[in-house]
């Protein structure tokens, strides 16, 4: 069967909706706005045939909703073929809001960090995926294989860092007791202010939920790859995290290090594949935040081992950076 869209939403009320482009992530899937009349909903095309599977998203959607917390409500869906009809959020991305008001940042970061709170007051839901110290090293690999190697394995040196790290992990993030969303930033977040509580942030992009250490999410959101977020800011969200919590500070902050650490360095690699292979050129221009992430988080005590090997990454320098952009979408892959 030919996969159709306009089939698809032949069998909803919105067959006669008018579509426009939304803005997509770095996945295969891609995203419309229908119109009808006054409302409007969201399109999900996400083919299988490219490896998406739509229905972690719609099992997790459903978990969030279930706990009081604002997932798109799935107004169809067609898991064979890839596509899902989804309420509309609208347009009020957090990334949107503080960019055009930094006024905002504190309350909304709140906000965020408060839906975190209150998330990691239930269990993970059943047969969600464990985020192990495992599973957390084989992801650092395109550090490696892209960053440092840009497009030829290296072996060797993740093999050695992996010696040094994953003992760190073991210790500092061998917890799966909470749910973490992954992808918890700026740009997958949504102000509804006609909503109270937590379910003022409308949450995006989950379908890569695991079962993890509760600092992770908080990474992810004040260490953004895409923007500056003042260092300031991220100390505020720590403290307001901890104190309406009750995890041990000193276990926490090295937690949050240690993952900080393991999530910019793979950022650093993906980005770069980003480039290299799929010619996604602009990604680039995030590697000199993202180093400066991982500096942050190389300079916690409990990376002191770490330093030497790292010591001998390439600083994203203009010229390196300029250098990837000449060669996108030059090498295939490992």
């Known amino acids: 069967m030919t996969r159709s869209a306009a089939a698809f939403l032949a069998q909803t009320e919105w067959a006669d909706a008018r579509r426009s482009p939304l803005a997509g992530d770095a996945s295969a899937r891609r995203y419309e706005r229908l119109h009808l009349g006054h409302r409007t909903a969201v399109l999900m095309d996400a083919p299988p045939a490219s490896g998406e599977d739509i229905r972690p998203f719609t099992k997790i959607a459903r978990h969030l909703t279930g706990l009081g917390f604002s997932a798109p409500a799935i107004l169809a869906e067609d898991a064979a073929q890839g596509f899902l009809l989804l309420e509309d959020f609208g347009d009020a991305l957090l990334a949107r809001l503080t960019a055009q ?69 073991r210790q500092y993030a061998n917890d799966q007791s ?22 003022q942030m409308g949450l995006l992009d989950f379908q890569d939920a695991k079962a993890a250490q509760p600092a992770y999410d908080l990474v992810s959101l004040m260490q953004d790859a895409r ?45 770069t594949r980003l480039c290299l292979h799929l010619g996604k050129a602009h990604y680039v221009d995030f590697l000199p935040r993202v180093w400066g992430y991982v ?28 250098d990837l952009k000449d060669r996108a979408a030059t090498c295939p892959d490992l």
């Open 101 to 169: 008001d930094p006024a905002c940042q504190t309350p909304l970061y709140t906000a965020a960090t408060d839906v975190l709170i209150a998330l990691h007051q239930s269990p993970p839901p059943d047969g969600i995926e464990a985020f192990t110290p495992d599973v957390m090293m084989d992801q650092v690999a395109p550090l490696w294989d892209w960053y440092v190697g840009q497009g030829v394995a290296q072996p060797e040196l993740a093999e050695r860092f992996s010696t040094l790290f994953q003992p760190i992990l």
């Open 178 to 199: 909470v749910m973490i969303l992954r992808d918890y930033h700026a740009e997958n977040l949504i102000h509804l202010p006609d909503r109270t509580g937590v379910r």
């Open 227 to 271: 923007r500056d977020v003042p260092e300031a800011l991220e100390r505020s969200m720590i403290d307001h995290y901890l104190a309406n919590s009750s995890r041990n500070r000193d276990d926490f902050e090295t937690s949050y290090a240690v993952l900080g650490l393991q999530r910019n360095l793979r950022i650093l690699g993906v980005l």
């Open 295 to 322: 500096q942050r988080n190389l300079a916690n005590p409990v990376h002191s081992q770490l330093r030497p090997i790292l010591a001998d990454l390439p600083t994203p320098t203009a010229e390196f950076c300029q």
